[in-house]
């Protein structure tokens, strides 16, 4: 009986073992930061008007239109794709570092916008970058 009690005892302190090393991971120790804001697109018709017409506001097919890309700082490498919800809003967790955004293709390739532009994210914490992209419609 007190073998079958020590073979418990010593399984138990391996696997507390084994479960306190695979969390010293250093890779784990690393805290992501945010980068968020809104990505704005228009005029999508040629004549706005106040309040908007619903049929004149981005939809998720416009947004897929002007694909925005967060890149390695070098721009080499590309890390992530900004997905806005239909409001623009979006919100990205990227590791701490400096990245380069870019507008990928703009459709037709006409307008313009603020992007490129470099960031740097810090870890627990969040960086605000609103993005304006000008469809060129006039």
């Not at 990245?99 to 006409?110: F, T």
């Amino acid at each position: 009986m007190k073998k079958d009690n020590y073979k418990r005892i010593l399984v138990v302190i391996f696997l507390t073992c084994l479960a306190v090393m695979s969390g010293c991971d250093s890779k784990k120790t690393l805290v992501a930061g945010i980068l968020e804001g809104t990505i704005s697109i228009g005029p999508i018709c040629p004549v706005e008007t106040i309040p908007p017409d619903p049929a004149c506001l981005p939809t998720a097919e416009t947004y897929k239109a002007y694909p925005v890309s967060v890149f390695t700082s070098d721009g080499k490498t590309k890390v992530a794709q900004l997905m806005p919800s239909l409001d623009g809003s979006y919100s990205s967790e990227l590791p701490p570092g400096d990245y380069l955004i870019v507008l990928e293709r703009a459709k037709n390739n006409i307008g313009g916008s603020n992007l490129p532009v470099m960031v740097s994210i810090t870890a627990q914490d969040k960086t605000l970058l609103n993005i304006n992209i000008d469809t060129g419609i006039r």
